[in-house]
């Protein structure tokens, strides 16, 4: 998969999320093998108005290279002026995003909302597309509901406005993330564009994405929620691409040493604070299935400090529970 001068092999893509696809957790999945990673979404107007919060999200790392930084809005204007600033920032591929589900976007006509003012989005991605000389992508879903499916006029949208690739999510916006991803869509895609289509959903182990590719034909493979606390998901799909066969899953020892090392790397990024806070969630994934996880839950959101989170895992280890 080529997009631009970034070329891609049997491409498996980190999806861009909300709250977990910062800094660290990109570098730790690139760590594990995947390909492509894509920064949490941000914001058009935070980047135009100069906001802290939002200009910190665009920091990159050479060691996570190829990045792709995701942006949003609903106006052309703003939005080929932020792509300026990705740009000046250093991503190497920026993403327009319309498919996010929530209501707090959809709102303000952005997302997923998009997908309902088809016109609008390829002014917008015309815009984003003639403002900067790094590739251009498309991230959106089957359609506003399954009534109003139209991920392929999208896509074709997509091409003629210029953009290099197109990733489709399954699932409608009324699905949210609930039921099962449709790839019968994203094989429909694929068919209707020449350029490169990446599918998203439901992918949780090698064989889904061994799967995905062989249903639909597409390009390339998006893990989203089945990389929380899962980055070795990389390291096993790309392991099964070469030989067939399955990684075990990382054992108690690995998951211990790659959860105090996320937390180490998002309190050098944001402070201990926000660390801790944000680390909650990320434990938990961590440490999913595992015997008395929901004990180690509560343990989690007491803590507040690093030395708690080594105090817990180290007590969970010595325990012999894992």
């Given at each position: 998969m080529r997009l631009g001068n970034i070329e891609l092999n049997n491409p498996v893509v980190l999806a861009p999320m909300a709250g977990v696809t910062d800094l660290p957790f990109r570098l730790l999945a690139k760590e594990?093998?995947?390909d492509l990673v894509y920064s949490e979404m941000v914001s058009d107007k935070g980047l135009i108005y100069r906001n802290c919060h939002t200009l910190d999200m665009l920091t990159v790392n050479e060691r996570e290279r190829p990045v792709s930084i995701q942006i949003f809005g609903s106006e052309p204007g703003p939005m080929s002026e932020a792509a300026k600033i990705v740009e000046q920032a250093g991503a190497d591929i920026i993403d327009i995003n319309m498919g996010c589900p929530t209501l707090k976007i959809v709102k303000n006509g952005e997302g997923s909302a998009l997908m309902r003012?088809?016109?609008?989005?390829?002014?917008?991605?015309?815009?984003?597309?003639?403002?900067?000389?790094?590739?251009?992508?498309?991230?959106?879903?089957?359609?506003?509901?399954?009534?109003?499916?139209?991920?392929?006029?999208?896509?074709?949208?997509?091409?003629?406005?210029?953009?290099?690739?197109?990733?489709?999510?399954?699932?409608?916006?009324?699905?949210?993330?609930?039921g099962t991803a449709d790839?019968?869509?994203?094989?429909?895609?694929?068919?209707?564009?020449?350029?490169?289509?990446?599918?998203?959903?439901?992918?949780?182990?090698?064989?889904?994405?061994?799967?995905?590719?062989?249903?639909t034909g597409c390009d390339g493979v998006m893990v989203?929620?089945?990389?929380?606390?899962?980055?070795?998901?990389?390291?096993?799909?790309?392991?099964?691409?070469?030989?067939g066969t399955v990684l075990p899953a990382p054992d108690i020892s690995e998951r211990i040493n790659v959860l105090l090392r996320h937390l180490d790397m998002l309190a050098a990024l944001k402070g201990e604070y926000?660390?801790?806070?944000?680390?909650?969630?990320?434990?938990?994934?961590?440490?999913?299935?595992?015997?008395?996880?929901?004990?180690?839950?509560?343990?989690?959101n007491q803590a507040v400090t690093k030395k708690d989170f080594i105090e817990i895992m180290t007590a969970f280890k010595s325990s012999g529970r894992g």
């Open positions: 594990m093998g995947c003012q088809p016109a609008l989005a390829y002014s917008i991605m015309d815009s984003v597309v003639k403002a900067v000389k790094v590739p251009v992508t498309m991230k959106t879903r089957k359609g506003w509901d399954d009534r109003t499916v139209n991920a392929v006029e999208m896509a074709k949208l997509a091409e003629a406005a210029g953009i290099s690739a197109v990733a489709i999510h399954g699932r409608t916006r009324e699905q949210f993330y609930a790839w019968n869509i994203i094989r429909e895609v694929k068919q209707s564009v020449a350029i490169p289509v990446i599918g998203n959903g439901d992918i949780r182990s090698p064989r889904d994405a061994a799967q995905m590719l062989a249903e989203g929620r089945g990389a929380q606390g899962n980055p070795w998901i990389f390291r096993q799909i790309k392991h099964f691409f070469a030989t926000i660390a801790i806070r944000e680390m909650r969630s990320h434990a938990a994934w961590y440490t999913r299935g595992l015997p008395r996880s929901a004990e180690l839950r509560l343990k989690f």
